[in-house]
């Protein structure tokens, strides 16, 4: 399995990809997907490890290159990148000893796009 290299999206793809969702309400499972990625990132130490990942050189990192930020145990780290993964923000792969993660530029995206004001809306 090859690892896509994070690619981030300029307005014009985001928009094509994803309309955004102040326009309409939230049905019921698209309210419930992104609760649970804003649950997700509502804690400081996961919010820090997905910008990490994020702007890590390639677009992916090393679980051994996120321990050292943090005043807090492996184990720790591991639950928190495993709470980022359920709720669709990153993947992993592991490659011998180590797991490398990736932020999901998709699931980026539906964030976005929800928190995008609509055009012309000068508030």
Excluded at 73 to 90: E, F
Aim: aromatic share 4%.
């Amino acid at each position: 399995m090859s690892n896509p290299e994070l690619k981030l999206l300029d307005q014009d793809e985001a928009a094509a990809c994803c309309s955004p969702m102040v326009r309409e309400p939230l049905d019921e499972v698209a309210a419930a997907d992104l609760a649970r990625m804003f649950k997700a990132l509502s804690d400081p130490v996961r919010l820090r490890l997905l910008s990490l990942i994020a702007s890590h050189e390639g677009g992916e990192a090393c679980v051994c290159d996120l321990t050292g930020p943090f005043d807090v145990s492996q184990p720790t780290i591991s639950h928190h990148l495993k709470v980022l993964r359920d709720a669709g923000l990153v993947d992993s792969e592991r490659r011998g000893t180590w797991v490398y993660y990736w932020v999901l530029p998709a699931a980026l995206a539906k964030l976005s796009s929800l928190l995008q004001a609509p055009l012309g809306d000068s508030r």
